[in-house]
């Protein structure tokens, strides 16, 4: 006979979590209705064909059976050797190879490792919204609070650099109790490139509350139309409080690898090895290995070139496509996400008036994968409930994939366009 236990399973901690993400919902629904998916952000075609060489000669190579056993824990000499070399001239600093990288499963075990080494009870960290949805769990499940500064569009705002965080809002949420600060840039939503006044102004608030940043930097290399990536690193005394976190996911084209690396100063690094020596021990060595020798391979820049060429005309195609079918893009400066505004689309078609557990942006989404067999992903998503009202008109869509998909979503959502005309004549 078996006894039912009495305790309740499940975290205490993680209140921002919804019970089901936008993930488990939007993938299978896609599957379902045979969907062009343009949600969920993975390329659709494999690395380059020298990186996965790298990584078969790494897994078979007869004279190094060493390859396929435990790395280093705190990286394979193979990577932080070519990672510290680039840092160095990124950073115009020496960075060492032993001392200052530390390897982890992706950025997503950076980030969940640095929460759960910085982090007291009760102590705060600061994220803007839109925030990758891992920011806020990670928090919580580490025993601190996230204290969230919106970003809003500016009325009339065409592109991603038009959404801004109020300076005000951002200085009277600094408290004793704050720790981090975080930024992604170029931020996945609205797909901004963070700028040198921007960095600038939180740099000042970090080193006048004595707090630490976190920068997650997974799409450095996506950015478009002769804008920079800027490292906050690189700012006045901002090394000594600054964690870098990138990956080879999106870079690579290999996001299954989940090949992902911090960069911070030494006594930082020491610290968060004793979590990771806990959480993870060591990461894939064959993989490090592979992205090792490809950085080396890339290490001309001509790659990152073209990537991000082909990156450029992949958001043109697919802006052209929403605009096409009347849902008014936000032009991306950086990321491979195009946020579009529903705004045109009568709510009368998608919105259920009894459902209040999403917004309307998802519910738009559930109908634009059933109805017209393209899948995008709620912004609400990535805002707290009490900002659904920013989020709500809008829907992301990825461009990290083939030409052919973009064009057959351009196809299935072309009726769109009618619908909507007959919508507004209706008004009329």
């Known amino acids: 006979m078996s006894v039912k236990p009495s305790r309740t399973f499940a975290s205490p901690r993680m209140k921002s979590s919804p019970k089901t993400t936008v993930w488990a919902e939007f993938t299978p629904l896609a599957m ?14 494999h690395p380059p064909e020298i990186v996965r060489r790298h990584a078969v000669e790494a897994v078979t190579d007869a004279m190094k059976p060493l390859n396929n056993q435990y790395a280093r824990p ?39 490792c640095a929460f759960q080494t910085m982090l007291g009870n009760g102590e705060e960290v600061v994220m803007f919204e839109p925030y990758f949805d891992l920011y806020a769990p990670d928090v919580e499940m580490a025993g601190g609070k996230p204290v969230l500064i919106p970003l809003r569009p500016n009325a009339g705002g065409r592109t991603s650099q038009d959404w801004v965080y109020d300076k005000q809002e951002l200085e ?15 931020q996945n939503v609205p797909g901004k490139v963070w700028t040198q006044e921007e960095l600038e102004h939180i740099a000042s608030l970090a080193k006048k509350h004595d707090v630490y940043v976190i920068m997650d930097e997974v799409y450095e290399y996506m950015v478009y139309d002769g804008l920079t990536h800027i490292h906050m690193a690189t700012l006045p005394g901002m090394w000594e409080r600054t964690l870098t976190l990138c990956s080879a996911g999106k870079t690579l084209s290999a996001t299954g690898w989940k090949i992902g690396w911090t960069v911070a100063p030494a006594e930082m690094i020491t610290v968060l090895l004793q979590t990771h020596s806990h959480q993870a021990f060591s990461v894939a060595t064959p993989l490090q290995i592979a992205v090792g020798r490809s950085l080396t391979t890339y290490k001309d820049g001509q790659y990152y070139l073209n990537l991000r060429k082909e990156y450029q005309a992949k958001r043109d195609l697919l802006c052209k496509v929403l605009q096409a079918a009347g849902l008014n893009p936000i032009t991306p400066k950086g990321s491979y996400f195009v946020v579009a505004d529903i705004s045109a689309v009568p709510e009368s078609l998608y919105v259920n008036p009894t459902e209040k557990s999403v917004a309307k942006d998802w519910q738009f989404a559930r109908w634009l994968t059933t109805e017209f067999k393209v899948t995008g992903i709620p912004v609400s998503a990535f805002y707290s409930q009490s900002k659904w009202a920013i989020a709500e008109r809008y829907v992301r869509f990825a461009f990290c994939r083939e030409l052919s998909e973009l064009e057959e979503a351009g196809r299935r959502l072309l009726p769109l366009a009618a619908v909507i005309r007959k919508g507004r004549n209706a008004k009329l």
Do not use: C
Not at 80 to 85: K, Y
Not at 90 to 103: A, E, H, Q, W, Y
Not at 179 to 185: L, M, Q
């Open 32 to 45: 379902k209705h045979k969907a062009v998916n343009l949600g969920q952000g993975f390329p659709s075609w």
């Open 74 to 112: 705190m990286g394979h000499v193979e990577l932080v050797t070519p990672l510290a070399e680039a840092y160095t001239k990124k950073f115009g600093r020496t960075v060492d190879p032993l001392s200052n990288i530390l390897i982890t499963n992706g950025s997503t075990q950076a980030l969940y």
């Open 172 to 186: 009277r949420a600094m408290r004793p109790q704050t720790k981090i600060i975080i930024v992604n840039t170029p």
